[in-house]
């Protein structure tokens, strides 16, 4: 299961940890939704490949 998911329209990538409960705001110069959409695909992507501590795994550290 990816972590890290695109909203349909490429404008939003939320992270599923619901211990941050962060999302990334997608906002550039895109010449169509299909190319913001691709873009913001590959950062997620990127997100789901990277081993980021999860809220839960952070706070156990403590």
């Given at each position: 299961?990816s972590?890290?998911k695109?909203?349909?329209?490429?404008?939003?990538?939320?992270?599923?940890?619901?211990?941050y409960?962060?999302?990334?705001?997608?906002n550039g110069?895109f010449p169509n939704?299909?190319?913001?959409?691709?873009y913001?695909?590959a950062?997620?992507?990127?997100?789901?490949?990277?081993?980021i501590?999860?809220?839960?795994?952070?706070?156990?550290?403590?």
């Amino acid at each position: 299961m990816s972590r890290f998911k695109v909203q349909r329209d490429g404008r939003t990538i939320w992270d599923e940890d619901f211990n941050y409960d962060a999302l990334l705001r997608i906002n550039g110069d895109f010449p169509n939704d299909a190319e913001r959409l691709k873009y913001a695909h590959a950062i997620a992507n990127a997100l789901n490949a990277a081993e980021i501590p999860t809220g839960r795994e952070r706070a156990a550290d403590r």
